[in-house]
């Protein structure tokens, strides 16, 4: 074999290589539109981290089907990894638009370095809302938080394995499937871009639906701890090494 060819064949599977591994990690952690920053620019932490969202933040169904346990939630999980206060500010039930109403009492109350917004679900699943409504509700949450300074983490609330388990329950064809798929994944990209939020769109990794979400919706412990793992990834990229509990 010629060997300028295996030079530039040896030179293209190890950028292949390295583009698949960056690929997999803005996946799992989903820093596409804000670069991680050096060690040294990483932001300290002094004050709260507020988990906003619904009954996927607050921990329904963490123990026991139909019973919240916040003890085993993700904010508990995350609590266990950072030096700074992480607050639980999930309701069950919540549709973007009702989030929306509790800010300024549930999240602007602690003034936090920073939020993770994990909103959709009942918007999508439970109230069957127009997708349009929903960016508008996010867009407007987003503009309250953003003090030009705040960490914002933004979380798709869905996999494609949960969406297409969801739309087998309403017979929906293949092509709808995926093209709401596609225009959710486009909402949610174009709001991190937009607020210069970080995207995590891998936060069911690793979870099994059948082990792992007893009601077919919400996670069991196990599965809530996942989502804290998957959540993290993320968030330790940002934060400064003073603010991770070993």
């Known amino acids: 074999m010629n060997k300028y060819f ?29 670069p991680i920053p050096e ?10 981290i507020v988990c906003l969202g619904d009954s996927l933040t607050e921990g329904y ?20 990894k950072v030096n ?17 109403d509790r800010i300024e009492k549930d999240v602007l109350a602690y003034n936090p370095d920073m939020v993770i917004v994990f909103l959709g679900t009942n ?3 439970l109230r069957d809302l127009p997708l349009e409504e929903t960016q508008e509700n996010l867009q407007k949450i987003l503009d309250k938080i953003n003090d030009g300074d705040r960490l914002i983490f933004l979380v798709k609330f869905y996999s494609n394995q949960i969406l297409e388990r969801f739309m087998s329950w309403k017979e929906w064809s293949v092509r709808r499937w995926q093209s ?35 009601d077919s919706v919400h996670p069991d412990t196990h599965g ?3 989502i804290e793992e ?13 603010n991770l509990i070993e």
């Open 6 to 34: 295996c030079i530039k064949l040896s030179i293209f599977i190890t950028i292949f290589v390295l583009l698949a591994a960056c690929c997999s990690m803005a996946k799992n952690v989903g820093y596409k539109y804000i």
């Open 39 to 48: 060690n040294s620019q990483k932001k300290v932490l002094t004050r709260p």
């Open 230 to 242: 998957n959540i993290f990834l993320a968030v330790k990229s940002y934060i400064s090494e003073e």
């Open 123 to 125: 918007d999508f699943f």
């Open 180 to 214: 709401t798929i596609n225009k959710y994944d486009s909402m949610f990209e174009e709001l991190a871009h937009k607020n210069n939020a970080v995207l995590i769109s891998g936060v069911w990794e690793g979870i099994d639906i059948e082990a792992d979400m007893p």
């Open 61 to 80: 169904v963490s123990s026991m089907v139909g019973i919240v346990d916040r003890e085993h939630s993700y904010p508990a999980f995350l609590q266990e």
């Open 224 to 226: 809530y701890w996942l």
């Open 84 to 100: 700074v206060q992480v607050v639980n500010s999930g309701i069950s039930g919540n549709t973007t638009k009702e989030t929306l």
